[in-house]
């Protein structure tokens, strides 16, 4: 069955924070104070802005007027880049003289001329910004100096300044070099037509000469020759006659197609005759008035209802004669006309017959010179009004870009640059997120046993006990009782430990050395005799003991001296002033202690031992390096590995764990040692030692179990 995967809390960042909170603050620190002496340590930078106004190229007093020009939405962005142009830049170095008023500052005395101008006016170019005001045609020129010392607000000014100036000056030059050149194409194109429309000219009055042809206008778009004036308005008036025929053709048809209520209906529009229309209006009107009598409710023979049937019929008479003769009259108009239309295209094919013979006779050629002369009299006429124009324009005045806001002189102490408090902010926050992310880099790299939830999961055992930091025996009087909660909770999950039911011998041992288990050992011990158990401390560490130390006893006689035979258990036990708990040094032998552990002898010890004393706890070497440990944890009932809070890797308890196993030993649970709770308290809040109250403690009388 595998657990459910775990995600990351809140808690859980902060927890990795709070533990490495010494590499956060020497992170933030260090980054700080870097950036309070790099911002004290830059030079200060002085800014100078020019606001200039630039618009395309017209007069500023309008003579002629001219369509709009469109917008170009490239104008001002090429405005830009003139702006910082070379010719703009080396103008501005020169008349400046920024090359003898930086060369101190940039080294250029030392350099060849050419070389000090080019360098000085990379300076300018780097220190030169522009950028445009949104929807306007307003341009800002920046300029920021740091160098010459003392003078930079003074020469970024007057650069921002003469920027301007210069840029202004070199727009009205190019734009007046550009006009002047196109003025003296103008003059070239218009000299040409000119000389044309003289060609053109001569060529009319030749052939005019030569067909004798006389000349009633010269304009284009009239008729030269009276023939041909006469055909075009007859021409022109055969089209109006068909039309009107047409028109008549149509109106007639209709007429003729309706019947004679319909015709009554549509005549007054078709015809437009008013007296026509008054009779139409006086029958509808009539016969309102007698629907409404026989509504009424009178009868056929009521005197009004017989007047207002006469009154119908009459009027209906007048407007059938009215119609007979609507018809006919049509009738007439339309025979009319298509009459005059059949004279009209005799007419004109009498005057065609006699334009074929005019133009045979020369006058095609005649009008064809002409309009080609005329078309040659316009194009001079426009070359020569535009020529007039941009001459005349050429001498006004035309302001393309004006100065809006001149650059001033900043303050000494109105630098831009460096911006103290923006370089503080930056590095306050540079130093947080610095710190943090080594912090969790720190936490990555580091594969040490950090919490319960890595001993479950990784090892899948349970933590018996978690021991914080700074525990001292309870022997000591500096000890604090607070911590000896740790060890009530550590016996009672030993105790109730479902993989050691009833087990009496321990044995307490750890993956490394310095882990912390021989303190565990005695503490344990001590807390379980407060309690009314009869215990035993076993100093099974034959290399290298330290429970003798803690009680403050001679290491000998001991475990060694009762392996080897020399001593029986009663003569090397110590009594312990602490009611119920025994020790048992390790002793010493003068042949050494190797195999020792490996005995019948030590297997009779343990089990005569565990009917002995309630508890005995055997304090084994680290089993990882030494074998005593792997040779002791198969006879004992139990087995606790130590395990120091982040300090060795977790493959090191990993490999303890399996060694222990494959000796054949029952790992009862982990102990997690040396935890520090100003920085791991949310995982281990449950562990209620750290709230213990010491007076409680000491106060609660020991219970036999």
């Known amino acids: 069955m595998t657990t459910p995967q775990e995600t990351l809390h809140f808690l859980d960042y902060w927890r990795i924070i709070r533990a490495r909170k010494e590499i956060v603050l020497a992170v933030f620190l260090l980054v700080v104070i870097t950036g309070i002496v790099f911002t004290l340590a830059m030079p200060k930078v002085y800014q100078a802005t020019c606001v200039v106004q630039v618009k395309e190229k017209q007069p500023d007093v309008p003579v002629f007027e001219r369509s709009r020009m469109q917008f170009d939405p490239l104008f001002l962005r090429t405005q830009f880049e003139i702006i910082q142009s070379a010719p703009v830049i080396e103008a501005v170095v020169t008349r400046q003289g920024l090359v003898g008023k930086l060369g101190e500052a940039y080294g250029l005395n030392t350099l060849p001329p050419d070389k000090a101008f080019d360098k000085a006016v990379k300076v300018v170019n780097r220190a030169l910004r522009v950028q445009h005001y949104r929807d306007t045609n307003l341009i800002q020129i920046d300029i920021n100096y740091h160098e010459p010392k003392g003078q930079a607000q003074v020469e ?88 009107e025929l047409e028109d008549k053709r149509a109106r007639y048809e209709k007429v003729m197609s309706l019947s004679a209520v319909e015709l009554g209906d549509a005549a007054p529009y078709l015809v437009g005759d008013p007296a026509l229309a008054s009779l139409v209006k006086a029958k509808r009107e009539a016969e309102v008035r007698l629907s409404e009598m026989t509504m009424a409710s009178l009868g056929p023979n009521h005197p009004e209802v017989r007047s207002a049937k006469a009154v119908v019929a009459e009027l209906e008479t007048m407007i059938t004669d009215a119609l007979t003769g609507l018809k006919t009259g049509m009738k007439h108009d339309y025979e009319a006309a298509k009459a005059k239309l059949d004279a009209l295209e005799v007419m004109l094919e009498e005057q ?48 393309t870009v004006e100065i809006i806001s001149p650059a001033k002189v900043a303050e000494p102490d109105d630098f ?130 330290r429970q003798h130390r803690i009680l403050g006893i001679p290491n000998t006689p001991g475990l060694a001296n009762i392996l080897v035979g020399e001593v029986q258990f009663e003569q090397a036990v110590v009594h312990t002033k602490v009611a119920n708990l025994d020790f048992l040094p ?98 281990y809040y449950h562990y209620s030692y750290y709230y213990y109250h010491p007076k409680r403690n000491a106060d609660e009388a020991p219970k036999k179990t």
Request: hydrophobic share 40%; aromatic share 6%; with cysteine.
């Open 352 to 399: 065609k017959a006699t334009e074929i013979s005019a133009e045979a006779s020369g006058y095609r050629e005649f009008d064809k010179a002409l309009e080609e002369m005329e078309h040659a009299r316009s194009i001079r006429d426009a070359l020569e009004m535009r020529y007039l124009e941009e001459e005349i324009e050429l001498d006004i005045p035309s302001t």
């Open 156 to 243: 970024a000014a007057a650069t921002a300044n003469l920027i301007a100036e210069v840029y202004r000056e070199q727009s009205l030059a190019r734009t007046r070099r550009v006009t002047e050149g196109a003025l003296d194409a103008l003059k070239v194109a218009l000299d040409e037509q000119k000389r044309k429309v003289v060609e053109a000219s001569a060529k009319v009055e030749d052939i005019r000469q030569k067909y004798k042809i006389t000349v009633f206008s010269s304009k284009v778009g009239t008729e030269s020759v009276i023939e041909k004036r006469g055909l075009t308005r007859l021409e022109d008036e055969r089209v109006r006659v068909r039309m």
């Open 586 to 683: 390790s002793g010493k032998l003068a042949s050494g202690v190797h195999g020792l552990l490996d005995t019948s002898k030590m297997r009779e010890l343990v089990q005569d031992l565990s009917g002995r004393y309630d508890l005995v706890i055997f304090d084994a070497p680290p089993i990882i390096g030494v074998s005593d440990a792997s040779l002791l944890v198969r006879e004992v009932d139990g087995v606790l590995l130590v395990i120091q809070h982040r300090k060795y890797p977790r493959t090191v308890s990993m490999r303890a764990k399996a060694m222990v196993e494959n000796a054949g030993g029952k790992l009862v649970g982990v102990v997690l040692n040396k935890i520090n709770i100003s920085r791991d308290y949310s995982y």
């Open 416 to 545: 831009v640059s460096p911006n103290v408090m923006l370089n503080i902010v930056m590095s306050v926050l540079m130093g947080l997120c610095a710190g943090i992310g080594l912090a969790y880099f720190v936490e990555y790299i580091d594969t040490s046993v950090k919490t319960i939830d890595d001993v479950e999961r990784l090892m899948e055992l349970p933590v018996v006990g978690v021991i914080p930091q700074k525990v001292e025996a309870f022997t000591e009087s500096r000890a604090y009782r607070e911590h000896a909660e740790a060890y009530r909770m550590m016996r009672t999950n030993v105790r109730f430990s479902e993989r050691v039911k009833n087990g009496r011998t321990f044995c307490v041992t750890s993956g490394s050395m310095a882990e912390g288990k021989s303190l565990t050992v005695f503490n344990l011990g001590f807390i379980c005799a407060q309690l009314g158990d009869r215990v035993l401390i076993v100093d099974s560490d034959l290399h290298r003991p």
